[in-house]
């Protein structure tokens, strides 16, 4: 099984990197702070409950980052799920004015 990767050089954005190293490290508390109450969640465009796709933190990270969009909220990279297998996936973070994210994308890339 791959491993969580801890190589972050090439976000660009401070809350996206703290989100996602929350995320990659399986911190739940610091992974939900930095989203607003209920935020939005997409799947390949499908609306999906956050609060499920939360709960798989531990289960489900990145093992590489491949790149990272001009504004620093999209991350593509390899992924693995310990459901889906492993595959190339993207994180778009969508912030809000108080600079927490209200909504996050994921996909296939």
Do not use: C
């Amino acid at each position: 099984m791959p491993s969580p990767t801890d190589d972050f050089t090439r976000l660009t954005d401070p809350a996206v990197e703290r989100a996602l190293r929350a995320w990659q490290r399986a911190d739940s508390t610091s992974w939900l702070d930095a989203f607003v109450d209920q935020p939005g969640l997409t799947d390949d465009g499908a609306l999906r409950d956050f609060g499920a796709f939360s709960a798989e933190i531990g289960n489900e990270y990145f093992t590489s980052i491949e790149k990272v969009s001009p504004d620093g909220h999209t991350v593509t990279g390899q992924f693995h799920s310990e459901t889906w297998g492993n595959f190339r996936t993207f994180f778009r973070f969508v912030p809000d004015e108080s600079g927490k994210f209200r909504q996050l994308d994921i996909g296939q890339a």
